[in-house]
Each structure stands twice: as structure tokens, then as C-alpha cells.
């Protein structure tokens, strides 16, 4: 028996984000490294709802983007390059579909959040701030990706597209 374990749930919720296919050892050593963009975002994100001002989340929103568009996030991207060097640890997988979403959603948040500043509705800016702070730090603080959890529920399950790709090769 392995002395890695990981729980259902916690695999589930790993898996939910898009990284499928690793064995307990690999998702022990890089799940907690899977938080840091989130705990990083969540912490700018807070500034910026303290400050509120558009142009710090407007700062904030190519972040998402790049994660959207190049399946890696720049957190993500220097964790690979340096940090995991420095602790011994693996590679953070290219962002599957559910986690590109959910940085395509936490940047049009974002980008929402400053024009609701910009226009001069301060409660708007301070509660779309205040739930994307929530968001990003549940991210940030446990295995669970809530914009994965809602693009689970769009689109269906990584797991299962993933099973169904294989067995469509299998034909």
C-alpha cells in the first residue's frame, strides 16, 4: 500500500479542477501547490476591494486571462519554473478546461468589479469584490474550485469526458 492516501472527496474536487490521471503520491505532493495561485489572487483581490480602485483590478485581470488562454497560470508558470526546484516537488500540470474557465470567469469578475467602481456604485464594487475574495479563498484554502464546480454543472465532468475519450479511441 502506498503511504500516500488521498480522500475521495479531495480527489474528486482535484479532479473537478481538470488534473486527472494521478495517483495519490503526485496529487499528495501537488495539491497543496495548486492553491498558491488562488491564495495569491485572493490576497491582491482583497487590496484591490479594500482600495477600490478599477485600475488595480483591471491590473489583476490579465492573470486570469493568461490562464484562460495559454492553460497556465503565471503563479502557476513560476511555481513550475523555480519554486518546485527549490522544494524538491513536481511540475503543477498544464490548466485543464475547468480551471481555464474559472480564470476566464474570475477575470470578467474582476474586470465587473472595477466598472462598478469606475461608474461611481461603491456597494456594487465592494460586495463583487467581497464574493470574489470569498471564491478565490475557498480555492485558496481547501481543494475546492468553485468556478470548476460551476463549469462541472455547465458542461459536465472532466472525469467523465475524460473516460469517454478513451474509450472512443478504443472503437
Known amino acids: 500500500m502506498s503511504r500516500y492516501t488521498v480522500s475521495t472527496t479531495i480527489r474528486r474536487w482535484i479532479e473537478m479542477q481538470g488534473v486527472i ?6 496529487l499528495a505532493e501537488i495539491g497543496p501547490w495548486l492553491r498558491l495561485a488562488p491564495a ?12 477600490a480602485l478599477p485600475i488595480v483590478f483591471w491590473t489583476l485581470m490579465p492573470l486570469g486571462v493568461i490562464c484562460a488562454v495559454f492553460g497556465t497560470h503565471p ?22 478546461a475547468p480551471m481555464r474557465f474559472s480564470c476566464l470567469l474570475a477575470a470578467l469578475w474582476l474586470g465587473s468589479t ?14 463583487l ?5 470569498l471564491a478565490t479563498g475557498v480555492a485558496a484554502t481547501t481543494p475546492f474550485c468553485p468556478g470548476c464546480f460551476i463549469y462541472e454543472r455547465l458542461i459536465g465532468t472532466a472525469v467523465a469526458r475524460e473516460n469517454s ?7
Request: hydrophobic share 55%; proline share 3%.
Open 40 to 51: 495569491i489572487c485572493s490576497a491582491l483581490i482583497a487590496v484591490a476591494t479594500f482600495l
Open 21 to 26: 490521471g494521478l495517483d495519490d503520491a503526485a
Open 165 to 171: 475519450t478513451h474509450l472512443g479511441t478504443l472503437k
Open 114 to 127: 472595477g466598472i462598478a467602481f469606475l461608474v461611481g456604485v461603491p456597494l456594487l464594487g465592494y460586495a
Open 75 to 96: 503563479v502557476n508558470l513560476l511555481y513550475n519554473l523555480g519554486l518546485r526546484h527549490l522544494f524538491g516537488t513536481r511540475r503543477i500540470p498544464r490548466s485543464g
Open 129 to 133: 469584490g467581497a464574493a470574489l475574495v
